[in-house]
């Protein structure tokens, strides 16, 4: 969204028919973006039926993506969604090729809500890059992670890479 939009703060969803409304004003008086981006605090695709409605209200012609950690009960159902549903691409946080690190990062002394995130996340990636969506691994610039290594993961997932600032 728009700076100007007002959703740099949400603390509650946002329902699908007000993103549309909102879209649809920015695209009939500004210029067509060259990509619209899910992403936030919180992972966009937990809302999956908002963004898959918002999707189908917008031209075809429009590249979308979402930025996800990738965390899903059902990530064949979610990669199969975005694909059908012509998304152009997926950031996925993935924070380190080391598992260990990968919590650390992601889950603090909290425990995580799945067994193996490390490899849930890279088997979404996986599914999602089988149903031909433009995977990249993103990964934060933080003193524990081996930025390298994450490029390389990406390299063998046959997924592009960015490193991100890590931001306490």
Known sequence: MPKESGYNAI??????????RDLTSYLTTKQQ??????????DPLLELDTVLAVRESLPATIPIRAHTNGLFEDPEFVAASLANAAFSGLSINLNSANPSVYEKIMFGSHIPPFHNPHDKVLSFAAKAIQRSLNVTFTAVSHPDVDLHAVEELAIQFGAGFKQRSYLI
């Open 11 to 20: 603390t509650q969803p946002i329902p699908a028919s007000e993103i549309i």
């Open 33 to 42: 973006p060259s990509e619209i981006c899910f992403a936030g605090t919180g």
